[in-house]
């Protein structure tokens, strides 16, 4: 095949060849090219297959604003979908892929869809899938839920792989003073004003060279401009895309790392997200060239102008021979010339009849025309033309490409993130960017400049603005006015053949063409924003870059208004597409969230737990012996604790030092029973309400000394606790003298539970007889040393119900009180016991927990009326009894046993009547266990009305997730030993 | 990203803070009224432009904060502490 490639052209290192790989085949290529290069040296035109209609696609562009070129990169689990082929650099070994054909894009068997057009039209899926009628209804939809899949796996892009991402993502700090956007000459001017001037400078440029759009020039090298910016301390950060805005001058920046890398060092992440904190941001971004509706303007072959100037002066290809311009502005004619000096055989078409322009001749000009149609299908073959005025065929020309330049938008995307509307501009035919009291300023042509001196004045001047709103200078300054082409630019978007029905393209990636518009406008789709949506004009991953002002052309055309009437879409982040990797960087896996252990983690595990997750919190679950299943383990361990001893690790509680000369009466505000008569020495359960009177948590207090309190709370709300206390001694109750301090993470937390706990715990403390039945009475707390000079603190406190203890040491103490502990349990066939025997024995006592306690809970909900005090007001009193509250068909807390004691049921049962089976029913099943000590499954929950009510009836448990449903009987909640008689032994 | 200036730590991204709520409430005395407590906690003003609000500087100092902040451009006129002896220690040392 011949090469498109030709001599002394392009900054390509021809030195270095590099092979790659495109749908199978094997081609060369040069470092310094991109693939989209490579392949058009290689003469490949057709590089995929149109998003619906399925027809050939070549490349459109030279950058970031491609909609054709879109190809998958990569095999197997690297495989990565819908990447520019415009923008990936070219590196040895590169595989590439053709999208959205089969079985390739040069031959595609789905191309029929072309002629079905009029199936596809806008709104086609709306139509379509939400039935139509009369098969709307019953089994006629299932009919189009049949065809869709088939429908929706023609129409799309490349497929991601599926697997998991091999590739390591990192995200990344850093702070400046200013941030420019864009290594373009405007850029790179206010990078080294405010390098002068002391600032501390990032300079961001999504190529992997600084130069922007000179990049395209042929006597353009950057490598003095690097230094000079290097030499004033400038951070430089290529392949670095500024994706978004944000508030308060925070940047995101995607960093390709080795995207452009044969074979990446496994330990450098593939792409870093960056957030960038500046004080002041310069968007330098350039401006983008748009392309011209007409009949079958997505030929391969068509491409716009700016681009094929990339192509020959930057990679050494020349796009076509026999090459047609078609402009309606003076930006095309350097390119021109440099065409023909190339070798091409150039026409340039401008749709303007009046303007002087100078060339030396060697190509030729016509005045007042325009293409309004190609001939060809999978290459271009001639070019239909016709004058301006109206659109008649006055001539067919042949070429081999189409190079179309329908003017410039200004990248005003970023400062569109910020909610700063664009204003249309009717001299430049484009959007430019307003001003915003932001620390934002645009520069260069993406402030609608369109020449170099310009680019750099408005450099210098932004920065200059920067410099004055930082409050570091106060000097004048002025930009450039927008504009700078010798001949004002004439409107052109659509040249409208009505003779025609082929397809004149607004958006090339979503297929969506001028008719579509048109349709949308028919169907009273009028305002931009529905028009997007319902045509998808812009919605694909290159976001309109090239079309949207073409549409919007159309719609203000249909509604005989002008374009700033109808309005833009706005632009939203990310500019060009960020990949989920990087968005989750390194919290992945076991780093999705932070992972809490406590001090015994280590040694719960070497002595047999498994682990479950209570919010971050790793907690031990059971400890299986040998061939036990969980269930036989749990029932073991909690038979263990009621019949001997057993031990578990309760460190996830929260812990809360309260200290301070108010601290009694300031537990007496926030729990809802009295704490103010509480003897040093002493625990109390207590139960905290919300402002609104529902429960927030519940826990114990221990008295430690006179102004001094170690309070515990659940596991689960701890965090919130804490700061609700500093909320109050902060904001509400400011005279209090009262210090709080998380001490979570401090104290390490063992239960001993059970008839023989004291009597291990007696081998464990130096001196038995503080714990004692006298000296450590139900809810006594003492301060005391286990073996071994261990301070510690215990307290007679019962979860389970039976005698029992928690006992709390300094956290790197844990250890060694494990071993004491456990070597002492063993001696009177203790056991260790995890969260699930913990819950089975808090279920036969009928103790609350987070499943009760769910935020729709008041306290006489919870059977616990008893604490709430009446002697006092507390957080919440006022509010407990309010309205709704007090309705006596208030769900209570209950217990439930299966009417057939051999049956199971499962929490989140919906309890009804027996003859009302529907809807939430009368109450719910909130925890479940099997009871080893009744010997069958038996519940908790909450029914309308209460034990009272339901006493001897029986209910129904339905379960519709789990197909299933049981008898029910409501009992007392308190299963097992009502009076509490154990635990005061 | 908000970026809110702790009058303890300095300038820091708003993923440190958690959001509180209306700074401008008087709670009533525990012992108030049903009607009382229910106008400090369920009316609150839906308020466009600046507000003062609270925030827990939660993955920091922990100290609460009032905040005067724009509910249409986010941007921040003035943080304080909440509690009133500490805003004067604030302000003496300024
Ligand atoms: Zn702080």
């Known amino acids: 095949m011949k090469t498109r490639r030709i001599d002394n052209y392009g900054k390509i290192n021809r030195d270095k060849i590099l092979s790659f790989r495109w749908d199978k085949k094997n081609y060369k290529g040069f470092e310094g090219d991109t693939l989209a290069s490579a392949l058009l040296a290689n003469n490949i035109g057709i590089v995929g297959r149109s998003f619906k209609y399925h027809r050939p696609r070549g490349i459109f562009s030279s950058g970031?604003?491609?909609?054709?070129?879109?190809?998958?990169?990569g095999s197997k689990d690297r495989r990565d979908p819908n990447v520019r082929a415009t923008t990936q650099e070219l590196y040895n070994g590169l595989e590439a892929f053709g999208q959205n054909a089969f079985p390739n894009v040069n031959f595609d068997l789905a191309g029929i869809n072309n002629y079905l057009g009029r199936f596809f039209a806008a709104g086609f899926y709306y139509k379509t899938f939400m039935g139509i009628p009369p098969l709307e209804w019953g089994k006629g939809t299932a009919i189009w839920m049949f065809f869709e899949k088939f429908i929706r796996k023609a129409a799309g892009m490349g497929s991601a792989s599926g697997l998991p991402d091999p590739d390591t993502y990192e995200h990344a700090h850093d702070f400046c003073d200013l941030i420019v956007v864009g290594s373009g000459p405007a850029g790179v001017a206010a990078a080294i004003e405010a390098a002068e001037k002391k600032l501390d400078v990032i300079l961001v440029e999504q190529d992997s060279l600084i130069g922007g759009n000179q990049l395209a020039e042929n006597d353009f090298d950057n490598s003095q401009i690097k230094n000079q910016l290097e030499n004033l301390g400038i951070k430089i950060m290529t392949r670095t895309t500024a994706f978004g805005l944000y508030d308060n001058c925070v940047v995101g920046l995607l960093e390709r790392v080795t995207d452009h890398i044969s074979a990446p060092n496994v330990n450098i992440p593939r792409q870093r997200f960056w957030t960038i904190r500046a004080k002041h941001i310069i968007v330098g971004a350039g401006a983008i060239e748009r392309h011209i509706a007409f009949n079958n303007n997505d030929i391969p072959g068509v491409m716009t102008v700016n681009a094929s100037k990339h192509y020959l002066n930057r990679y050494g290809v020349l796009t076509g021979k026999r090459i047609v311009i078609a402009t309606n502005n003076d930006s095309v004619y350097e390119t021109a010339h440099q065409l023909s000096e190339a070798g091409a055989n150039v026409t340039v078409l401008d749709s303007r009849t009046n303007f002087e322009i100078e060339t030396n001749k060697s190509f030729e000009i016509r005045k007042g025309y325009v293409p309004y149609n190609i001939n060809g299908s999978k290459k271009i073959d001639s070019l239909d033309i016709s004058k301006s005025e109206t659109i008649n065929k006055s001539e067919t020309i042949n070429c081999d490409q189409v190079l179309l330049s329908g003017g410039w938008s200004p990248a005003v995307h970023l400062l569109s993130h910020r909610g700063v509307k664009p204003k249309w501009d009717y001299n430049n035919a484009c959007f430019l960017p307003s001003d915003t009291k932001e620390n934002i300023t645009m520069v260069g042509s993406s402030r609608g400049l369109w020449n170099k001196n310009d680019c750099i004045a408005s450099g210098i001047a932004g920065t200059t603005d920067a410099l004055n709103r930082l409050g570091i200078s106060k000097t004048n300054y002025f930009f450039p006015k927008p504009g700078g082409w010798k001949n004002p630019i004439q409107p052109l978007y659509e040249v409208k053949y009505k003779k025609s029905r082929s397809k004149s393209f607004v958006d090339y990636q979503h297929?969506?063409?001028?008719?579509?518009?048109r349709l949308a406008h028919r169907e009273g789709?009028?305002?931009?924003?529905?028009?997007?949506?319902?045509?998808?004009?812009?919605?694909?991953?290159?976001?309109?870059k090239m079309g949207n002002i073409i549409g919007l052309s159309l719609m203000a055309e249909l509604l005989n208004k002008e374009i700033p009437e109808v309005g833009t879409t706005v632009f939203r982040p990310p500019y060009t597409p960020v990949s989920i990797g990087a968005l989750s960087g390194r919290n992945v896996g076991k780093h999705f969230r932070p992972l809490r252990v406590t001090p015994m983690h280590q040694w719960n595990i070497d002595h047999g737990a498994k682990m479950i997750e209570v919010?971050?919190?790793?907690?031990?679950?059971?400890?299986?012996?040998?061939?036990?299943?969980?269930?036989?383990?749990?029932?073991?361990?909690?038979s263990t604790v009621r019949k001997t001893v057993g031990i578990c690790d309760v460190t996830s509680l929260g812990k809360i030092a309260i200290q301070g000369s108010d601290s009694t009466e300031f537990l007496n505000r926030i729990y809802s029973n009295g704490f103010s008569k509480l003897q040093v020495g002493k625990a109390r359960y207590g139960i905290m309400l919300r402002d609104d009177?529902?429960?927030?948590?519940?826990?114990?207090?221990w008295r430690l000394a006179e102004n001094e309190y170690?309070?515990?709370?659940?596991?689960?709300?701890?965090?919130?606790?804490?700061?609700?206390?500093?909320?109050?001694?902060?904001?509400?109750?400011?005279?209090?003298?009262v210090n709080v301090t998380s001490v979570s993470e401090q104290w390490a937390g063992v239960s001993v539970a059970g008839p023989k706990s004291r009597e291990v715990l007696n081998n464990c403390v130096d001196d038995y007889l503080v714990i004692t039945n006298n000296n450590l009475p139900f809810m006594g707390v003492t301060s005391t040393f286990l073996k071994g000079n261990i301070p510690c603190r215990i307290a007679r406190i019962s979860f389970s119900g039976e005698l029992a203890f928690e006992v709390y040491v300094k956290s790197d103490f844990a250890n060694t009180m494990m071993d004491l502990l456990w070597a002492n349990a063993k001696k009177y066939d203790g056991c260790l016991y995890g969260l699930e025997a913990l819950g089975a024995l808090r279920v036969e006592k009928g103790h609350v927990t987070a499943a009760e306690l769910d935020g729709r809970v008041t306290i006489d909900d919870a059977g616990l009326s008893k604490m709430a005090s009446t002697k006092k007001s507390?957080?919440?009193?006022?509010?407990?009894?309010?309205?709704?509250?007090?309705?006596?068909d208030r769900e209570i807390l209950v217990g439930f046993f299966p009417t057939n004691l051999k049956e199971t049921f499962n929490a989140g049962t919906i309890v009804c009547e027996k003859n009302n089976i529907k809807g939430q029913g009368i109450g719910r099943i909130t925890s479940v266990t099997y009871s080893p000590e009744l010997g069958h499954w038996i519940g908790l929950g909450f029914v309308k009305g209460g034990l009272d009510k339901w006493k001897d009836t029986n209910l129904v448990g339905a379960d519709p997730v789990r197909n299933k449903q049981m008898n029910l009987k409501v009992v007392s909640p308190h299963m097992i030993d009502p009076k509490g008689e154990r635990m005061y032994a | 990203m908000i970026r809110i200036n702790c009058p303890y730590c300095g300038e820091r991204d708003h993923s440190e803070f958690s959001y509180g709520g209306d700074a401008t409430i008087n709670y009533p005395s525990l012992d108030a009224s049903e009607k009382e407590w229910t106008e400090a906690i369920f009316f609150r003003k839906n308020i466009k432009g600046f507000q003062f609000e609270t925030w827990h500087h939660s993955n920091g100092c922990r100290m609460w904060l009032v905040v005067e902040r724009s509910t249409v451009t986010h941007e921040i006129k003035s943080v304080k502490p909440c509690h009133p002896d500490l805003q004067k220690v604030v302000e003496n040392n300024k």
């Open chain 1, 525 to 544: 789709f009028i305002s931009v924003e529905h028009l997007k949506r319902y045509t998808t004009l812009g919605m694909a991953n290159d976001q309109g």
């Open chain 1, 64 to 73: 970031v604003e491609e909609s054709g070129a879109l190809v998958t990169i």
């Open chain 1, 615 to 638: 919010g971050l919190y790793q907690r031990p679950w059971y400890y299986p012996k040998e061939n036990e299943t969980l269930s036989d383990s749990y029932i073991r361990e909690a």
């Open chain 1, 710 to 737: 170690f309070m515990t709370t659940s596991t689960g709300e701890a965090a919130k606790v804490m700061s609700w206390l500093e909320e109050l001694l902060q904001t509400r109750w400011t005279d209090l003298n």
């Open chain 1, 874 to 888: 507390y957080i919440g009193s006022a509010m407990r009894k309010r309205g709704v509250l007090k309705n006596n």
């Open chain 1, 693 to 701: 009177g529902i429960v927030m948590d519940d826990g114990t207090s």
């Open chain 1, 511 to 517: 297929d969506v063409t001028t008719d579509d518009v």
